[in-house]
Every structure is written in structure tokens, then in C-alpha cells.
């Protein structure tokens, strides 16, 4: 088995072994993982935060020792907290790393870093928004993480592990997990709404937040009207998504 980790600010994952793949999710800055096939040109991987598995350029991660490996999986994690920071590499140059990087590994890509971080426990649901209004504005792009781009459940994903929380990456894998509730009266800011296209397939999730608003991604990060419809876009002055269920994650 190989292992690697992304020594680069942000790492496309592609569906196959293409650049012209359609992306799927990112590597942020310091993520590891276990390689599960290699070619001459990209590897098939497995991120170890989350189980996802997709294909990475070989010339965008590099190797690490099992033993490096299986240290990072027991060290608490450490994140950057800031929006936008910088590493240092070992050419002295400057590199730019998103909201949500792992920093752990950083001394041994020889690189420094010396902007803030954090090491996120599970609080309860009291930060989870205003981490989730940190990324307000940012635009849509499907697959993505970081306050550059990011898709919905990219959103959730991002929020949670910020404040100590593993959720899965896509939509429909994190509405299985949590407690279901009811009626939207029974949820709390922080809880995860999940909505579904004619099908019923869940393709939609975004953060409940006080007072019957949500926090969401549609066009960017922004904040609409939620009812036992769905979410209800001022703007438009129409419903946009179909609410399928509301989960208590934490």
C-alpha cells in the first residue's frame, strides 16, 4: 500500500483519470491518504478524513511512509482558521492555503506556517454558523471546499470538521447518517436540511439557522427563507428546493 498528502494549496479530484474528468472534490493543503492504484500519470486514492476516493494528478501530492501515514491518523488535527494564510516553502517562497488546511504535517514538507490555527473539538452547535457565514458570498463550484469555490455539501462538510465534526462529502451520504426530525420547529441552528430533486434523490443540503433562515449554495454561499416546503428565495419569489429532511448531526 502507498500513501500520500497534498503539498499543494488545492488539489482537484476527478471522477477518472483525466483532466477533462468532471472534478468531484479537492485536496486541501496537508490532507493524507492511501493511494489505491497507480498509473504512470494518476492514482486513485481514498482521502483517509472521509473514505472519499477519486483520481489525483501523480505530480500533485507526494509519497509519505506508512509510518508517517499512520501518525498523522493518530495526531489530534490542526486546521488553519483563517480565510485566506500563507506557508512558507523551502524555497522561502510564498504559498497561499484555504480555510481548513491540515497543518500537521507542515515541518515535514519543510515548509512554515505562522498564521492562526485551531484544533476543533465538538462544542455543541453554537459556532457551526458563524463558521458557515465565513464562506458567505463564496461561488459555486461543484466539488468544491474552499471559500474559492465550493458546492453544498462541500459547504456542511467544511462547517462541521471546523468545529470538530466528521460528516461524509456528498449530500446523500451525510442524510443517512444524524437523527431525523419532524417539523422544522424541532431544530436547532447548526442542524442539516436535505432536499431532493423529482426523482427523490437528495441532492441539496444547507445549515439551518435561526428565525426560519438557511445557510446554503446556490450560485454562492447565501442565506434564504426555509419552510416545511423548502427553501424560498426572496429574489425569485418562488420555492427552489424540495425539503426532504431535517438531521440532528451533533
Not at 42 to 45: A, D, E, L, Q, Y
Given at each position: 500500500m502507498q500513501y500520500g498528502i497534498c503539498h499543494l494549496s488545492i488539489v482537484p479530484l476527478r471522477v477518472s483519470a483525466s483532466h477533462q474528468a468532471e472534478m468531484t472534490s479537492q485536496l486541501l493543503y496537508g490532507e493524507h491518504f492511501k493511494v489505491l492504484e497507480e498509473r504512470a500519470q494518476?492514482?486513485?486514492?481514498r482521502n483517509a478524513y472521509d473514505g472519499f476516493e477519486a483520481w489525483?494528478?501523480?505530480?500533485q501530492y507526494r509519497k509519505i511512509q506508512e509510518a508517517e501515514y499512520f501518525s498523522l491518523e493518530e495526531e489530534d488535527i490542526r486546521l488553519?482558521?483563517?480565510?485566506?494564510?500563507?506557508i512558507v516553502d523551502s524555497k522561502c517562497l510564498l504559498m497561499p492555503v484555504a480555510l481548513g488546511s491540515v497543518l500537521n504535517f507542515t515541518k515535514n514538507l519543510g515548509h512554515q506556517y505562522e498564521g492562526r490555527s485551531l484544533n476543533p473539538e465538538i462544542s455543541g452547535k453554537s459556532k457551526l454558523i458563524d463558521i458557515a457565514l465565513m464562506y458567505l458570498n463564496t461561488p459555486h463550484l461543484y466539488g468544491g471546499k474552499s471559500p474559492f469555490g465550493i458546492d453544498c455539501s462541500g459547504l456542511t462538510q467544511m462547517v462541521y470538521k471546523l468545529n470538530g465534526c466528521m460528516i461524509k462529502r456528498n449530500a446523500a451520504d451525510q442524510a443517512r447518517d444524524g437523527e431525523a426530525l419532524s417539523f422544522i420547529e424541532e431544530s436547532e441552528p447548526g442542524d442539516?436540511?436535505?432536499f431532493d430533486d423529482q426523482d427523490g434523490t437528495i441532492n441539496h443540503v444547507g445549515l439551518i439557522m435561526q428565525e426560519n433562515y438557511i445557510i446554503h449554495v446556490d450560485g454562492c454561499v447565501r442565506v434564504d427563507r426555509i419552510d416545511h416546503s423548502g427553501i424560498f428565495n426572496t429574489e425569485l419569489r418562488r420555492h427552489t428546493h424540495k425539503l426532504r429532511v431535517i438531521k440532528k448531526m451533533i
Open positions: 494518476w492514482s486513485r486514492i489525483i494528478d501523480n505530480k488553519s482558521s483563517d480565510l485566506i494564510e500563507y442539516l436540511a436535505f
